[in-house]
């Protein structure tokens, strides 16, 4: 099973947690053409909305005012909340039928761990670990 047997060709994703590494996540959807629009959702609603009013997009963007508002609109998520709270925000985009991008590490311990796995195969989602610097050229030998 591939990427393409999940998603459409364009996506709504979110950035849940925009903070130092939410931001990042943030500037990449907003220049990458698959998206079709974004969410932000943050604990602090004010600094969510100073991101969106900061950011150059060509894509909509939105500021959801809970989880539960940023997970019905999107397609897919990026989580990057601190790690003790990974468990229960990447479950709960899973339940609602979000494929998830998940910073490093996914959760505190094995055993939660592995219990998102199987929510993620449960729910038919894509679950990613954002281990980006695997990936980079220069580290690459």
Aim: proline residues 5%; negative net charge; contains cysteine.
């Amino acid at each position: 099973m591939t990427a393409e047997d999940h998603c459409p060709e364009t996506l709504t994703v979110g950035v849940i947690g925009v903070g130092y590494l939410g931001t990042f996540h943030l500037q990449k959807y907003a220049a990458h053409p698959a998206v079709s629009s974004i969410v932000l959702y943050d604990l602090e609603t004010v600094m969510a909305r100073q991101k969106a009013d900061g950011l150059q997009s060509v894509h909509p963007l939105n500021v959801a005012d809970s989880l539960e508002e940023c997970l019905e609109m999107c397609d897919a998520v990026s989580v990057a909340v601190p790690t003790a709270v990974h468990a229960p925000v990447v479950e709960q985009a899973l339940k609602n039928g979000c494929h998830v991008l998940v910073e490093k590490p996914i959760t505190s311990g094995s055993e939660s761990a592995w219990a998102l796995v199987g929510a993620a195969k449960e729910a038919g989602r894509i679950l990613h670990v954002g281990h980006v610097e695997r990936f980079n050229p220069a580290l690459q030998g």
